[in-house]
């Protein structure tokens, strides 16, 4: 027994050593002629199989090795947001990450407030193709922190089939999202979530304002069954039928339209009330790889590298295997390429009336999400039942603007984000307030309607 068991412990053992060994042959020769970089993004799959491809590519072209990028993606931009600053409250000298790729403006904002951002400035060549703002929204940072490497606009992505079937009229702007014949019918993500139905939120309080702009909110929150955690999901939704409408990004928008069908789907961007928002990218402090890092910003960045986002998959300088559906920065790539692209024209050449006011949605972003969380979707249940009781009783005035009535104003909302926001404990309170003050309304309103 005992020759059994100790033959068996070195049996066991050698299986271990031979397995480590066979590991580690495999990794080297995985990466052997390779160079390596770790990237933070909450970008899809495709996008990441398309960048790292070409990039590889191009850099064993110039520098003679190919690239193997580690891509990090713990669940969207607030998580993937979240986690980059956890890892440099543990170390301020960072080290773990090359780059943050993606995820919209205001990450990057908050990162350089953190001063944990590696400014890098662009070849001229390239810096000068691109613009410094589109529609009022700066696309690079003056101290070079990062840039904008594709561009995103807002709109209501809806399933003709459905609204034929129930007799409902097409939705052309954003109020038409809280009208109550879409009751259980609209789709949205979660903000807190989504940084992408998070910017929707705050160009819907920009374009009309604190008090109107919140009033929609609520409204059409009353009209979705329930909330999902992501933008693609939801814009996934209408195309399955869930729901009829919902509020879309455009690069989501055009894939289910492409999958769905023009005859089935279609996508608005409302008149005068939406933006054009970048996608940014920057290299962050201690970057353990920071010249390979500075050559994926320079690619990105290079016309090589946005002909990626225009471009059909199989045409010339065009991805592989997944369309991105993403507008360009550079406004000579689509001269370039007349008549080819998968967007919808220039959007340089699109004329938006709108000013979005970024340093007020930076400050507050967070902020709005948790006033949102508790307003509308932390206390959904009672939402739907409020709403539903108004739409039964001819929506009475009295009621609906208690329905809609907020804990706070605008200017409080500003100096609260400002100056209390960042004392977790605080923060805590204040939200179970406003949870508390949610609920409370709703019971009113549906004890006396019903």
Known sequence: MRRVGKTTGMV???IVIIAVVLVL?????GHRGRDSLIIVSPHQEGIQVEFGRAFSEWHRQRYGRAVAIDWIDVGGTTKDEQYVRSSFLQRPEGGDFDIFFGGGTDPYLGFVE???????????????RLPKEIGGVPLYDPSYNWYGTSLTSFGILYN???????RLPTPEVWDDLADPRFFGLVSLADPRYSGSMRMMFEIILQGYGWEKGFDLIIRMGANVPSFVHNASQAARDVTLGEAVCGLAIDFYAWAEIEEGGRDEMGFVMPGGLTVMNPDCIAILKGAPHVELAKRFVTFVMSEAGQSLWILPVG??????????????VFPSVYRKHTGETLVAGDPFEMKMPMKYDREKGGVRRNLINALIGAMVIDTHDELKK??????????????????THLPLTEKEALEMA???WRDAAERAGIIAEWTNFSRKKMGRIIEELN
Not at 25 to 29: A, C, D, I, N, P
Not at 320 to 326: E, P, Q, T
Not at 386 to 403: N, S
């Open 12 to 14: 066991l053992a050698m």
């Open 25 to 29: 042959l495999f990794w080297r020769g």
């Open 114 to 128: 953190l001063g944990i951002t590696l400014p890098f400035k662009l070849p001229e060549a390239q810096l000068s």
């Open 160 to 166: 003709k089939a459905l609204l034929r079937r129930l």
């Open 315 to 328: 045409s010339p300088g065009g991805p592989k295997k997944h369309s991105l559906r993403r507008m360009a």
């Open 386 to 403: 409020a709403y539903k009781a108004l739409v039964d009783r001819g929506m009475p005035q009295k009621h609906l603007r208690e329905l």
């Open 418 to 420: 400002k100056a209390r």
